[in-house]
Nanobody, 124 residues
Framework: QVQLLESGGGLVQAGGSLRLSCAASGRTLTNYVMGWFRQAPGKEREFVAAITRSGSSTDYARSAQGRFTISRGSTQNTMYLQMDSLTPEDTAVYYC?????????????????WGQGTQVSVSS
């Protein structure tokens, strides 16, 4: 069983920054792809960013490119999302997700484990 816990959300002014963290426990997760998704009020959940085990391969949604940076901690069971130049359109609940090893296809799909989410609110 895998458990994911997000932290680091909060309220910031437009143009500000936040750093989200995701801590995974329950299994050895070194072989897992990890990603971030978000869901804004009245909208469907959408992909934000993903990172492979080594951290050498990443994928970003168009809305996140150039502003967000995904990374993995040294333990391989921790993941971060550095968010800069935030706008009100970034307001959403952000979810940490994990994709098991052996899953094929785009890094934007195939996730089996999800955290409970952390709220990010950006005021204008």
């Amino acid at each position: 069983q895998v458990q994911l816990l997000e932290s680091g959300g909060g309220l910031v002014q437009a143009g500000g920054s936040l750093r989200l963290s995701c801590a995974a426990s329950g299994r050895t997760l070194t072989n897992y792809v990890m990603g971030w998704f978000r869901q804004a009020p009245g909208k469907e959940r959408e992909f934000v960013a993903a990172i492979t085990r080594s951290g050498s391969s990443t994928d970003y949604a168009r809305s996140a490119q150039g502003r967000f940076t995904i990374s993995r901690g040294s333990t391989q069971n921790t993941m971060y999302l550095q968010m800069d130049s935030l706008t009100p359109e970034d307001t959403a609940v952000y979810y940490c997700a994990l994709r098991p090893p052996g899953t094929s296809g785009s890094l934007r799909s195939g996730y089996s484990y999800w955290g409970q989410g952390t709220q990010v609110s950006v005021s204008s």
